[in-house]
């Protein structure tokens, strides 16, 4: 377990270093980011309020940037040492309660008109092929794992939502070769690759 943990924590450090140079890119890939790791909240006089958690310092610098760069919103950035029994530290942004939060939440396609909840991903945001993998590389850094290439290889993302899971797995399979399925474990919905081939390309 701890060698599967260290593999994902390197594959996704260096999959934060990569930064969308393409302003739809960068919204794609947050949006993805959101999806997979972020929380709403309502508050006094219906203002909304968006957090972002992540256990990957890495991964909180680039939500964090990319929050600046789609929308001129400089999040509130917290760290949460975890107890004990999780030691992994957690990092929260906060995007303040507002309606521009709200507008935020409709251009990453999370939310539509009013409150309705869009648990498919927003075609708007993965025209174009650059864009699909700026999604994906967020769907992974939001929800994703990998283990190691020297034991049983596997790729997964865990998503709460079926019409997600399937939505993200017709995404992948968009890309040649690629084969994504979708299982359910509790009450989560996962998407993954066991092929060697298929997860190598799919984090190239």
Not at 6 to 23: G, N, Q
Not at 120 to 139: F, H, M, N, P, V
Not at 171 to 176: S, V
Request: proline share 3%; net charge positive; with cysteine.
């Amino acid at each position: 377990m701890a060698e599967k943990a260290s593999f994902s924590v390197r594959t996704k450090d260096e999959i934060s270093r990569v930064y969308p140079e393409k302003e739809c890119c960068r919204l794609a890939e947050l949006a993805a980011i959101t999806r997979m790791d972020g929380t709403v909240t309502i508050g006094v006089g219906g203002k909304t309020g968006l957090y972002i958690s992540t256990e990957y310092s890495a991964a909180a610098r680039k939500v964090y940037r990319l929050l600046k760069d789609c929308f001129g919103v400089e999040g509130e950035l917290t760290v949460k040492r975890q107890n004990r029994l999780k030691k992994n530290t957690l990092y929260n942004i906060r995007v303040p309660a507002g309606r521009e939060t709200l507008e935020i939440l409709r251009r990453l396609g999370i939310v539509g008109e009013g409150w309705n909840i869009h648990p498919e991903i927003k075609k708007d945001l993965i025209r174009t092929q650059c864009c699909r993998k700026s999604y994906l590389r967020g769907a992974f850094l939001g929800g994703g794992s990998v283990s190691s290439p020297d034991g049983n290889y596997h790729l997964e993302i865990i998503t709460n939502h079926p019409r997600q899971a399937r939505s993200l797995a017709a995404l992948i399979n968009r890309f040649p070769g690629m084969q994504a399925k979708v299982s359910s474990r509790k009450q989560w919905y996962v998407v993954y690759l066991k092929d060697s081939d298929q997860i190598a390309g799919f984090l190239a």
